[in-house]
């Protein structure tokens, strides 16, 4: 397994911008596609968007589709979500995980290792 550090997370207007990363230490040479999660007070952790092992795949909810973007570093030990145009309904504490497969998957039982989350407040 891989240890992941997210960080990036805060409060801010709607219509504001972040940009959350996470951090890949360990075993890295073992991890391959890398996803971001989402979990709203009340609801279920949800998908957010995954990118495969090389990058050159990704896939987004639609939910954010358009407004949010994701990639990886070109040392491939860290990740990205660009979160533009955010929403009150955006709130919510993010994940990153990591899959030892090489594709971009969408469900959260294939992601094997996960971060402890960072908080993103949006407010209106």
């Known amino acids: 397994q891989v240890q992941l550090v997210e960080s990036g997370g805060g409060l801010v207007q709607a219509g504001d911008s972040l940009r959350l990363s996470c951090a890949v230490s360990?075993?890295?040479?073992?991890?391959?596609?890398m996803a971001w999660f989402r979990r709203a007070p009340g609801r279920e952790r949800e998908f957010v968007a995954s990118?495969?092992?090389?990058?050159?795949?990704?896939n987004y909810a639609d939910s954010v589709k358009g407004r949010f973007t994701i990639s990886r570093g070109n040392a491939k030990n860290t990740m990205y979500l660009q979160m533009n145009s955010l929403k009150p309904e955006d709130t919510a504490v993010y994940y990153c995980?990591?899959?030892?497969?090489?594709?971009?998957?969408?469900?959260?039982?294939?992601?094997?290792?996960w971060g402890q989350g960072t908080q993103v407040t949006v407010f209106s």
């Open positions: 995980a990591a899959r030892s497969g090489t594709q971009a998957m969408i469900a959260t039982r294939l992601y094997d290792s």
């Open positions: 360990g075993r890295t040479f073992s991890y391959g596609a």
């Open positions: 990118i495969s092992q090389s990058g050159s795949t990704s």
